[in-house]
């Protein structure tokens, strides 16, 4: 059974910072492209940060400069640390894990998520 976890999240103050983990088992974590990703109430889930296989990352633009993807491939657990949070981005954040072929099929799993709230 392939399942990922988050944790870390929680209640921070504006300008505080968090880090996120994503736990995965039941596949090989190396070889998987993984992403973290927000939901806000009422709105579309949006992609924050993603990182490829060979640690390729990239940001979305709000969060460039404050927020850092990584990868432990040995511990098969991805990480969001995430610095100067605005109240905006309170959400549950979401992790993932893809691989896909060169013809576009693949498989993609997510995580439960994990409350980040950013409130005085």
């Known amino acids: 059974q392939v399942q990922l976890v988050e944790s870390g999240g929680g209640l921070v103050q504006p300008g505080g910072s968090l880090r996120l983990s994503c736990s995965v088992s039941?596949?090989?974590?190396?070889?998987?492209?993984s992403g973290w990703y927000r939901q806000a109430p009422g709105k579309q889930r949006e992609m924050v940060a993603t990182?490829?296989?060979?640690?390729?990352?990239n940001y979305a633009d709000s969060v460039k400069g404050r927020f850092t993807i990584s990868r432990d491939n040995a511990r098969n657990t991805g990480y969001l640390q995430m610095n100067s949070l605005k109240p905006e981005e309170t959400a549950v954040y979401y992790c993932?894990?893809?691989?896909?072929?060169?013809?576009?099929?693949?498989?993609?799993?997510w995580g439960q998520g994990t409350q980040v709230t950013v409130s005085s």
């Open positions: 039941g596949i090989t974590f190396s070889i998987y492209n």
């Open positions: 993932n894990a893809r691989f896909a072929f060169s013809d576009g099929a693949g498989y993609e799993y």
């Open positions: 990182i490829t296989s060979g640690s390729s990352t």
